[in-house]
C-alpha cells in the first residue's frame, strides 16, 4: 500500500509531533549504538511509514538512533531472510507483516522459517481492508454481493493486488467461508485495479481503507464491508464482514521481531517502550490517520498472533490452490 504523497510528507515526519521521552535503558545499556529496522517495502509506503513512527518513538525514548533500511523485494521473503541471519543482539529488527504468515505457506523454499527464526517483540499496527463494487453495480450491500454471486458463479469479478497479497488470500478466504464462486484479478498493486474497477473492467476491488477511501468519499466505489475485527475509523458506517460471515478476519498487520535467540531483556525492553508509544495520544493520532488500529500485546501475545495467523493462510492457502507467481 504506497501513500498518497500528502499523507507522507504528514505521517513520515513526525519528529517534532512526538514528545523527547528520554529514559535510562536496561542495566546491560542497550542500545549502545545505533538500531536498523528493516522494513521489506518501499519507501512511503504505509508499512514504512508506521516504522518510521516506531523508529522516532525509539529513539527518543532509548537515546540511540533506531533508523529504518528498506529492502523491498521477493514479497518481503529478502528482507526477512537477512533478518533470519543476523546476530541476535537487539541491533537488526526486522518490520514483520502479515505477508510474512503468507509467505510461509505460498513459498515452498524459503530460507527461513517466520515460526523459528525470529523472536517476536511486539504488534504495532491492523490496517483493516475494504471490499468494495464499483458504483453501477447493483449490490448495496456485502449479503447483495453474496447472493449476486451465487446466482452468477464465475462472473463477478473483483480486482487485488498480487496473488497471495492479504487482499488476495482475504477475498479466498470470504469464498472458503461462504462458497461463493467470484474472480479474483490479480493487478500489480491496488491503484490500476481501482482504475479497472472504475471503468467497469472488473465489479469491484478488495483494498486497503486508506487507499480506497477517496474513492469511496468520491463515489466511484461503494464499499460493502471491513475486514478487520471492527469498524474502521475512516468508514465508521461500514459493517464488517463479520457481521455477515461469523469468524471471518483479515488485516494488513505489522509488527516488530527479532532474530531468534536475541537476548529475553532486549525483547521486553523493546517491547515496553513500543507499548507505551502505542499509548501515546500524538502517536495513536498518526495511526488513525493511516487507517489502522493498534496492535498491542505482550512478545508471547504477538508470537501467538503471528502462529494463528500462519495456520489460518495456511488453509485459505490450500483450499483456493494458490501458488506464488
Known amino acids: 500500500m504506497r501513500l498518497p504523497r500528502r499523507h507522507f510528507l504528514q505521517l513520515a515526519a513526525t519528529g517534532a509531533a512526538l514528545p523527547a521521552l528520554a529514559r535510562p535503558s536496561l542495566a546491560l545499556g542497550y542500545p549502545t549504538r545505533p538500531v536498523r529496522i528493516i522494513v521489506g517495502a518501499v519507501p512511503g509506503s504505509a508499512p514504512d511509514v508506521v516504522a518510521r513512527l516506531i523508529a522516532d518513538w525509539l529513539s527518543r525514548r532509548l537515546g540511540q538512533t533506531f533508523f529504518i533500511d528498506n529492502r523491498n523485494g521477493a514479497s518481503g521473503n529478502l ?12 541491533y537488526t529488527l526486522l518490520l514483520v507483516s502479515a505477508s510474512n504468515s503468507i509467505n510461509a505457506t505460498l513459498y515452498r523454499n524459503l530460507k ?3 515460526l523459528r527464526d525470529f523472536a517476536p517483540i511486539a504488534g504495532v499496527v491492523a490496517f483493516p481492508m475494504v471490499i468494495t463494487v464499483s458504483a453501477a453495480f447493483p449490490a448495496k450491500n456485502l449479503p447483495e454481493l453474496i447472493a ?12 487485488t ?3 497471495g497479497s492479504p487482499q488476495h488470500v482475504a477475498g479466498e478466504l470470504l469464498k472458503m467461508l461462504t462458497g461463493i464462486n467470484v474472480v479474483f484479478v490479480a493487478y500489480r498493486g491496488g491503484p490500476p ?3 479497472d474497477a472504475l471503468s467497469g473492467q472488473v465489479q469491484g476491488v478488495i483494498g486497503t481503507v486508506l487507499l480506497t477511501v477517496e474513492q469511496i468519499r468520491a463515489g466511484g466505489l461503494r464499499p460493502l464491508a471491513v475486514t478487520g475485527a471492527s469498524r474502521s475509523g475512516l468508514l465508521p458506517d461500514v ?4 457481521d455477515t460471515v461469523p469468524g471471518f478476519e483479515a488485516t494488513q498487520w505489522v509488527g516488530i521481531v527479532a532474530p531468534k535467540n536475541t537476548p529475553q ?3 521486553e525492553e523493546l517491547n515496553r517502550e513500543i507499548e507505551a508509544g502505542l499509548a501515546e495520544a500524538s502517536l495513536k ?4 490517520a493511516l487507517g489502522g488500529t493498534e496492535l498491542p500485546g505482550s512478545a508471547a501475545e504477538f508470537g501467538s498472533h503471528i502462529v494463528a495467523e500462519v495456520a489460518k493462510w495456511a488453509k485459505v492457502i490450500k483450499f483456493a490452490d494458490i501458488k506464488a507467481d
Not at 239 to 242: C, L, N, S, Y
Not at 285 to 288: E, M, P
Open 79 to 90: 528482507a526477512a531472510e537477512m533478518v533470519a541471519g543476523a546476530a541476535p543482539d537487539g
Open 112 to 114: 527461513f522459517n517466520v
Open 148 to 159: 449476486a454471486a451465487k446466482q452468477n458463479p464465475g462472473k463477478i469479478n473483483i480486482g
Open 161 to 163: 493486488p498480487p496473488v
Open 193 to 195: 485495479a481501482i482504475t
Open 239 to 242: 459493517p464488517t464482514v463479520a
Open 265 to 267: 531483556e532486549v525483547v
Open 285 to 288: 493520532a498518526k495511526i488513525t
